[in-house]
Nanobody
């Protein structure tokens, strides 16, 4: 089983990024999939989740209206589209199938001018 995040990088405030989470060894459509993040000195926090059916999503209050989680079952990939990025969005972002205990290694997102 592998969960591999990509798409992180350095972006200016107000900018956008799209993170990708490519899974192998299991089907993303069979599990709720989540994005978490951890900023330096802070606890890991849930950013967004999408149910296995794809019919329901939920977001941390801090990212509502700015971030969108989606899934492409054909590509076995989950995405996190991030708009209007703020300094406080700087963190390592992790993709996870928490039910199965599958986590990726994370991708760094840095928002800086």
């Amino acid at each position: 089983v592998q969960v591999v995040e990509s798409g992180g990088g350095l972006v200016q405030p107000g900018g956008s990024l799209r993170l990708s989470c490519a899974a192998s060894g299991f089907t993303v459509g069979s599990s709720s999939m989540s994005w978490y993040r951890q900023a330096p000195g802070k606890k890991r926090e849930l950013v967004a989740r999408i149910t296995s059916s794809g019919g329901s999503t939920n977001y941390a209050d801090s990212v509502k209206g700015r971030f969108t989680i989606s899934r492409d079952n054909a590509k076995n990939t989950v995405y996190l589209s991030m708009n209007s990025l703020k300094f406080e969005d700087t963190a390592v972002y992790y993709c996870a199938a928490v039910t199965w205990g599958y986590w990726g290694q994370g991708t760094q997102v840095t928002v800086s001018s």
